[in-house]
């Protein structure tokens, strides 16, 4: 089982970050999919998107701004992540949750000018 996180890097506050993440070696359409975020420590969630795509929930702290979105058919979910705040700086991981639970190995975002 691989889920494989890419996309992070710096950004500057008020820009956008892309993160995708490439799931490998279960059945990707079977699982709820998840971000998380770890800033010290603890993770919290970001956003999620049910099986088919269409049931998206997100964080207060990042409403109208980070949009969730998966494609069961290149077995991604991505990030998409505008106006961006020093605060949003973490380390993101990949989440597949369903009759197991998988994680990625987290891919660091960092807002600052």
């Known amino acids: 089982v691989q889920l494989v996180e890419s996309g992070g890097g710096l950004a500057q506050p008020g820009g956008s970050l892309r993160l995708s993440c490439t799931a490998a070696?279960?059945?990707?359409?079977?699982?709820?999919m998840r971000w998380f975020r770890r800033r010290g420590e603890g993770r919290e969630l970001v956003a999620s998107v049910g099986i088919i795509g269409g049931d998206t929930r997100y964080a207060d702290f990042v409403k109208g701004r980070f949009t969730i979105s998966r494609d069961n058919t290149q077995k991604t979910v991505d990030l998409q992540m505008n106006a961006l705040k020093p605060e949003d700086t973490a380390v993101y991981y990949c989440?597949?949750?369903?009759?197991?639970?998988?994680w990625g190995q987290g891919t660091q975002v960092t807002v600052s000018s």
């Open positions: 989440n597949a949750y369903g009759p197991d639970t998988y």
């Open positions: 070696g279960f059945t990707f359409s079977s699982y709820d």
